[in-house]
């Protein structure tokens, strides 16, 4: 069985910090990873995801991920902050069987401080 | 653009009874899923529907059923509703459910609370 954890269900940065919402993953054979965000109200907006080749992976408003084989991880990054980062961020994880087998995190709740 | 439009935003109901939560998508997309959404639980897959006149059970279709009504629409219905069933609904699409590298697009969500 599949499965992702989102260890920190609440994590505080400053504006202008870099920031880091981790992620890790349980999976047999190769993973499809992929991070997505909830705004309040809302509903989840892709950011980015990744399938295979390079293990940084960019995505939108400048979040990029870390894809890390060994240690089963893909912590999502950016390198200086913005109020307006602050939502709900999800993780999740396939093991190529198609959307109706992924598998989503719990969510971390990210609150950037003015 | 409007993406993925679910009606209706809220929704209270008293035990045991129905309700349909509609949801449609103008991006051409052949797949369609409904999830729910519970606090320390992420999202789960209630329903999916991988092309027009195909549905199938995603992880917790217990009280629900779902119907395709053609490629853009997809319901979803409670048919004695249960304090249990208290969430967050969200409908989602897809290019299909096999490609994974074209993103599940989400619709704003329907809060319901049954008392």
């Known amino acids: 069985a599949q499965s992702v954890a989102q260890p920190e269900d609440q994590v505080n940065v400053a504006e202008g910090n870099p920031l880091t919402v981790k992620c890790t993953y349980s999976?047999?054979?190769?993973?499809?990873l992929f991070w997505y965000v909830q705004y309040p109200n809302r509903g989840l907006q892709f950011l980015l995801k990744?399938?295979?080749?390079?293990?940084l992976v960019k995505g939108s408003y400048g979040f990029e991920a870390e894809f890390n084989k060994s240690q089963t991880s893909f912590h999502l990054k950016k390198p200086s902050a913005l109020v307006s980062d602050s939502a709900l961020y999800f993780c999740a994880v396939s093991k190529s069987g198609g959307y109706q087998k992924v598998t989503f995190g719990t969510g971390t709740k990210l609150q950037v401080i003015p | 653009n409007a993406g993925v439009t679910q009606t209706p935003k809220f929704q209270v109901l008293k035990t045991g009874q129905s309700m349909t939560l509609q949801c449609a998508q103008d991006?051409?997309?052949?797949?369609m899923y409904w999830y729910r959404q519970d606090p320390g639980m992420g999202l789960r897959l209630i329903y999916y529907s991988a092309s027009e006149g195909t549905t199938d059970k995603g992880e917790v279709p217990n009280g629900y059923n779902v119907s395709r009504l053609n490629k853009r629409e997809f319901s979803l219905r409670l048919e004695s509703a249960a304090p249990s069933q208290t969430s967050v609904y969200f409908c989602?699409?897809?290019?299909?459910?096999?490609?994974?590298?074209?993103?599940?697009?989400f619709g704003n969500g329907t809060r319901l609370t049954v008392t």
């Open positions: 991006m051409n997309h052949n797949s």
């Open positions: 989602a699409s897809s290019a299909s459910t096999g490609r994974l590298n074209s993103p599940l697009h």
């Open positions: 990744y399938i295979t080749g390079d293990n």
């Open positions: 999976v047999s054979g190769n993973p499809y």
